[in-house]
């Protein structure tokens, strides 16, 4: 038979401007910590169970497994120019924040420019008094 009952709650799709700001700069640090090889900042924010989906891997990435291309693409020689994010839409579930977002990044290895752009997911969770970033799922605009 037919399954009645009550419609799912509605989700808080606005955040307070000070706490939207404050999760709009640990992203955007996140991902300059990523592109820059900085492993050391990227463990103050990312959580040890890490789930990273990256545009063209078959599978997705642990903490470790991230924290290791980070520093493979520095030590590659790549540098990051830029990265912007438009379009943002957020889902907050108590204590959890999902960031959806269009992603535009330029890098730059051995004097060529690359650029990605895409489509991003992303999930915070307050943990105490901060925010830290648990995973997130890209992909690529053609």
Known sequence: GVVRGQSAPAVSTT??????????????????????????????????ELVALSPGAPHWQSL??????SAAFKASGGRLISVT???????????????FS?????????????TQQGRAT??????????VHTSWHLDRYP
């Open 122 to 131: 992303e999930v915070f969770v307050r943990r105490g008094t901060r925010w």
């Open 15 to 48: 955040l307070p401007a000070d706490e939207l700001k404050s999760l709009s700069a640990i992203r955007h640090a996140v991902w300059v910590d990523w592109f820059t090889g900085d492993t050391a900042a990227l463990r103050r924010v990312l959580t040890p």
């Open 64 to 69: 470790s497994e991230s924290l290791a291309a």
């Open 102 to 114: 269009h992603y535009l990044v330029v890098t730059e290895r051995k004097g060529e420019r690359s």
């Open 85 to 99: 994010f438009d379009s943002a839409t957020t889902h907050r579930f108590g204590e959890t924040v999902v960031m």
